[in-house]
Structure formats: C-alpha cells, structure tokens
C-alpha cells in the first residue's frame, strides 16, 4: 500500500508565499509523475503542475511564474513553493502520485489535502 501525506497548508495574506510538501511512502518500485492538484469550493479540481523523475515540470497557466514544483526522488518527497499568492489561490491542494507498483503495473494515488487560504 502506498501512502500520501500533504503538509504546510495554512493562511497567508495576499502577495505572501507559502511551501507545502508531499510525502510518498510504502511498497512501490519508483515514481514516475508527481503532481498538485486544488480544487476551490464550488469548482472542479483542476491541475496546478506536474513533475517527472527526470525533473521536466509543467505548470497551469494561473500559476506559471508564481509557483515552483520540486521533487527529491530518493525521498519520494515533491514540495512546491508558492509565491506572489492570491486570493484566488485559495483551495484544497492534493498531491498526486503516479507510482509503478510492479514492472508493468501503475497506479494512481492522492494525498487527503491541504487547505491554503489567502486573505485579500
């Protein structure tokens, strides 16, 4: 069983930056995407960026330039920083895993959330 753990939610004023981190831990032979996902009361969950092994990132365009995802892969950890915040930041943020289980076997995973509020 694989597990995911988000941390470092919390309230920040606009235009402050905030670091949430993603643990991934258990019986898994490697990762080979990790992701942040928000979802916004009332709004579907949408993608905040993604990163390889290799380190290749892609961003949503709401928050390219203001955040940075970063990824240790010897610690199966993924963080992302987030900068120049605002309140429409504002969600429950899930980290996302997709993890190979077994030489041909992947599968999907997701952390329970982290709730960022930026106050205006």
Do not use: H
Not at 16 to 25: E, I, P, Q
Not at 82 to 98: G, Q
């Amino acid at each position: 069983q694989v597990q995911v753990v988000e941390s470092g939610g919390g309230l920040v004023q606009a235009g402050g930056s905030l670091r949430l981190s993603c643990a991934a831990s258990g019986s898994m032979l490697s990762i080979n995407v990790m992701g942040w996902y928000r979802q916004a009361p009332g709004k579907q969950r949408e993608l905040v960026g993604t990163i390889t092994s290799a380190g290749t990132t892609t961003y949503a365009d709401a928050v390219k330039g203001r955040f940075i995802i970063s990824r240790d892969n010897a610690k199966n950890t993924m963080a992302v920083e987030m900068n120049s915040l605002k309140p429409e930041d504002t969600a429950v943020y899930y980290c996302y895993v997709y993890a190979r289980l077994l030489p041909t076997s992947f599968y999907e995973y997701w952390g329970q959330g982290t709730q960022v509020t930026v106050s205006s």
